[in-house]
């Protein structure tokens, strides 16, 4: 048997809590990146528009550079959107969420360019919406080496030709705004490729987390294999020696028959055991799985679950809750049942009711002619008898009342037993 | 009811038989049953089906006290036969499997499945809870019990799993809304909270692992 300390690991992989808290540290990623892009878009915008002013052009132009810049940030949320959800998968390219960004982008570098005259405003819009869209990694870093290559061209003609003439002549630094421009694109891409880097890393967690549960199968593959080999070599050396006995001594005979048996359930239930062994669920989980069965059983469940239950100590009230369970749903007649595991001071209490008056005898009862059947295997340790030594064990009690229409067993320990017990 | 019961659990050898239908697809597990259940006085094995629809068919026809039906089966399974019988037929239904998947236990008490045992039990505790059923009760095995009360808790929405089942044909996000009285950008807001809360990275793999665990 592989020791407990092997769970975690598959615990880890499996577990929805774990995936989930990564998953949100992803989003806050994306919105980190998201921020930072539009910020970038926004100083562009701004500083646009300043220099304008500044330079004396009309207040209605500047206020068409700063509507304008704020839809066309806006038209980035849907590419930035589709950016996130399109990655690594080729059919999220949309047409409505694509070409209308691009069409805005366009719409707004034409409308300043023939405002201001300056080429660099006509071309910035779409070349920072095309960034966005999900290239391929080679074609993305040739174009955004091309596009910062262009507008630094077209920044050039601009200081030439725009920027010597009035009214632009007029404002004497035209870089700040240009050095901005340019490298927008460029930021861009890297903030994204930042983003790339970390879905990728997300996606090595995953896998690794897949691959350390799938070592832990092919473990318990083989302790199957194993297990099973060994049980089948004993059958088969049983069932040669009875053979061989019928003859002379049937009673010898009949006696390796049935530890052959008994050898097929010793093998069934070790493959059981291995194939169960991490299969644990915390208490709450395992009160609100008891009360969907009931309900699905007819019943009208009532049932209270603290909030700290799963601080309670599942080595007590897990085989408790089992047992107390199946006795429930074993009686036909039942109508309502009550379920409750809740914390009083320095104890925890957990209490079943239902309204049949008391537990029938198991199936199994012994009948006449039994003498060949194999011994009771699946109550052994279990039943209330075990339930009260169980509870006995860690200083607490177990209570069964039996009215007339009522049935009602209480397990109260101690709350420290939490802490030193097996979870 | 058509049952003649005693007022007491086993009650070999009181006045007829309890006719019992017996249905599993694997041939050799259900002669060697068949055939241990005839050697108990009190129980006469009336009909032996391979298949779901046979069985449907038989007990519809035969009327028999008990149903011992395989999980398993092509086409209709046990819990699926019961949950038909129990409209046309007054017999009860015992479903016995190999491995029980989770949610399934659930499926079977809501179906009115009145016994559930593994297939690991011999055939004198088969006997046993015909027996007990017979006589109007119910049993759940122990081990069944213990696995359905360690199944893991679904960590989806009601409208989250609406959307998976409703899709799980492969439907398009349009269809699901269309379906649910939705808009698609909800529909695809629940998909990514469930590929979020079960990290897989489609859709079909959500529905896969949410039908295998039972939570649709």
Redesign the interface.
């Known amino acids: 048997m592989t020791a407990p300390a092997d769970a975690p690991t598959v615990e880890a992989a499996s577990s929805p809590a774990v995936s989930r808290g990564t998953a949100r540290a992803v989003t806050a990623t994306w919105w980190y990146t998201v921020v930072a892009l539009v910020l970038f878009e926004l100083t562009v915008v701004l500083v646009w528009a300043a220099t304008l002013l500044q330079a004396g052009l009309d207040r209605g132009v500047v206020l068409a550079v700063l509507v304008g810049g704020l839809v066309w940030i806006l038209s980035t949320a849907p590419l930035l959107r589709a950016y996130r959800h399109g990655g690594g998968d080729a059919t999220a390219l949309d047409w409505r969420s694509t070409l209308v960004p691009l069409v805005v982008a366009t719409a707004y570098g034409v409308t300043v360019w023939s405002l201001s005259g300056l080429w660099v405003l006509l071309i910035l819009p779409l070349a920072q919406s095309l960034q966005l869209l999900h290239w391929p990694r080679f074609v993305r870093a040739r174009m955004v080496l091309a596009v910062t290559a262009l507008l630094a061209g077209v920044l050039v003609v601009d200081v030439a030709t725009a920027f010597s003439e009035p009214p632009l002549s007029a404002h004497e630094d035209p870089y700040v705004a240009g050095v901005f421009s340019v490298l927008l694109p460029l930021t861009t891409v890297l903030s994204l490729w930042w983003w790339d880097v970390l879905m990728v890393l997300d996606r090595a967690r995953v896998s690794e987390a897949r691959l350390a549960a799938t070592q832990e199968r092919l473990a318990v593959a083989t302790d199957v294999h194993d297990l099973q080999g060994h049980h089948l070599q004993v059958i088969a050396l049983q069932l040669e020696l009875a053979e061989r006995l019928l003859p002379d001594d049937r009673d010898a005979a009949l006696h390796q028959l049935r530890a052959a048996r008994l050898s097929v359930d010793e093998a069934r239930q070790g493959t059981r055991d291995l194939a169960t062994r991490f299969r644990t669920v915390p208490l709450p989980d395992e009160l609100a799985n008891a009360r969907d069965l009931l309900r699905a059983a007819g019943l009208t469940v009532e049932a209270v679950i603290d909030v700290d239950a799963d601080t309670a100590p599942a080595s007590v009230f897990g085989p408790v809750i089992r047992e107390t369970t199946t006795n429930v749903l074993r009686h036909g007649g039942g109508r309502r049942a009550r379920l409750a595991l809740t914390r009083l001071d320095d104890e925890w209490r957990y209490e079943i009711s239902n309204d049949v008056p008391a537990p029938l005898p198991p199936a199994t009862a012994p009948s006449p002619g039994d003498a060949g059947a194999p011994p009771e295997r699946t109550r052994q340790g279990t039943g209330l008898e075990g339930t009260a030594t169980r509870a006995g064990d860690v200083g607490g009690s177990m209570e069964v009342r039996a009215a007339e229409n009522d049935f009602t067993v209480i397990v109260t320990v101690p709350a420290e037993a939490a802490a030193g017990g097996p979870r | 009811m058509s049952i003649d019961t005693t007022s007491d ?2 009650a ?1 050898g009181s006045s007829r038989p309890i006719r019992v239908l017996l249905a599993d697809d694997e041939a050799m597990i259900r002669s060697a049953l068949a055939a241990l259940l005839r050697l108990e006085g009190d129980i006469e094995v009336i009909a032996e089906c391979s298949d779901g629809e046979q069985a449907v068919a038989a007990a519809e026809r035969l009327h028999p006290d008990i149903c011992l039906l395989d999980l398993e089966m092509p086409g209709l399974d046990g819990v699926q036969v019961a949950e038909r019988l129990r409209r046309t037929v007054t017999a009860r239904c015992v479903v016995v499997t190999r491995h029980a998947r989770p949610g399934v ?3 079977a ?2 179906a009115g499945v ?1 016994g559930f045992l593994p297939k ?1 039990r ?1 055939a ?2 088969v006997a ?2 015909i027996r ?1 059923v017979a006589a ?8 069944i ?9 679904c ?1 989806l929405t009601d409208r989250e799993r609406d959307v998976l089942r409703v899709g799980r044909q492969g439907q398009t996000t349009a269809q699901i809304a269309r379906e649910l009285s939705l808009a698609p950008g909800t529909v695809r807001n629940h998909v ?1 909270a469930v590929l ?4 897989v990275p489609t859709r079909q793999q959500a529905v896969l692992m949410a039908l295998e665990r039972g939570w649709i």
């Open positions: 659990v086993a070999p236990l659930r499926r008490l809501a009145a690991s011999d004198k505790e046993a809870v007990r109007g009760a119910r049993y759940v095995d122990p081990e019990a213990a696995d359905a009360l360690s199944d893991e808790r960590p990514s979020a809360k079960l990290s």
